[in-house]
């Protein structure tokens, strides 16, 4: 069983299109992640949340926001997507501050 | 500024060379890990080091912690092709919820 799951593994859309990205984890993990990976490879943390608290990091539009319909999912809506929301996007998950398991990767590929 | 930095940030060497790839920072650390990722998957954890001064050996990797708990390095000996990926360092960001925060990574391709 995959520990980590999100879906779609690729994404194409037009600009200005609402998507959203599913993310699943069946670890029992208390707090999930979002991350950004561009072209570089930088891997940016967007959202970190657990069953308490939602923290974001300051440089993520308010397109973007985190849904978390119960412990185990937590999911990406994207609101009138840009050029440059292209890039891959990883859900992780943890047990407070242990190690982190990442899911394959949403490539999203803005048009 | 990122708050880890990574260096190098490309490195390409024949197999059975030996490397290290650095990652520095300002700040303290009560801990930082590395992760390697390859193409089309998520990171996945090599080790963590906790201890200031602490080495840890994985196979042919060591990674040292450095005494301050601000740096760390990775050394791997006898590179083979399949050590060819993204190294990543990671440390938690205690000023902003505790989220994990990467630095910029190090890419090695290891040639046969």
């Known amino acids: 069983d995959t520990a980590v799951s999100q879906t779609p593994k690729y994404l194409v859309t037009q600009m200005g299109n609402d998507k959203s990205i599913k993310c699943e984890q069946n670890l029992g993990h208390d707090t999930m992640y979002w991350y950004k990976q561009d072209s570089k490879k930088f891997l940016k943390i967007m959202f970190s949340?657990?069953?308490?608290?939602?923290?974001i990091n300051e440089t993520v539009p308010n397109r973007f926001s985190p849904k978390s319909p119960d412990k185990a999912h937590l999911n990406l809506h994207i609101n009138s997507l840009e050029l440059g929301d292209s890039a891959v996007y990883f859900c992780?998950?943890?047990?407070?501050?242990?190690?982190?398991?990442f899911g394959q990767g949403t490539r999203l590929t803005v048009v | 500024t990122q708050l880890l930095e990574q260096s190098p940030q490309f490195l390409s060497i024949q197999e059975g060379e030996n490397l290290t790839v650095y990652c520095n920072s300002s700040s303290v650390f009560s801990s930082l890990q590395w992760y390697r990722q390859e193409p089309g998957e998520g990171p996945v954890l090599l080790v963590t080091?906790?201890?200031?001064?602490e080495v840890k050996k994985l196979k042919r990797l060591t990674f040292q912690f450095g005494d301050a708990r601000k740096d760390s390095s990775l050394h791997i000996t006898a590179a083979q092709p399949g050590d060819t990926g993204l190294y990543l360092c990671?440390?938690?960001?205690?000023?902003?919820?505790?989220?994990?925060?990467f630095g910029g990574g190090t890419r090695l391709m290891v040639k046969p």
């Open positions: 949340y657990n069953n308490k608290e939602l923290i």
């Open positions: 992780a998950s943890s047990r407070r501050s242990t190690e982190a398991f």
């Open positions: 990671a440390a938690r960001r205690n000023n902003a919820g505790n989220m994990l925060t």
């Open positions: 080091v906790v201890t200031g001064g």
